[in-house]
């Protein structure tokens, strides 16, 4: 497993969620490249309890 991370405004573990987004031809709708990952620090992240919202960089680690 790798590191646990927390929402930074409450603390969530469960409910924080990463985002990772692809990039598709427009024309076709193929698969063009992976630009962002979950595992990316900018990778859009979510908080679905308190409804914070920033960067994977911005969560914090949680405390065991
Ligand atoms: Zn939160």
Redesign the pocket.
């Known amino acids: 497993m790798s590191e646990i991370l927390a929402?930074p405004?409450?603390g969530?573990i469960k409910q924080v969620t990463t985002t990772f987004s692809q990039m598709l031809l427009v024309n076709s709708g193929r698969h063009y490249c992976t630009s962002m990952k979950t595992h990316d620090a900018d990778s859009p992240a979510n908080?679905l309890?308190?409804s914070?919202k920033g960067e994977r960089k911005d969560l914090k680690p949680a405390i065991k």
Do not use: A, H, I
């Open positions: 929402c405004e409450c969530e908080c309890k308190c914070w």
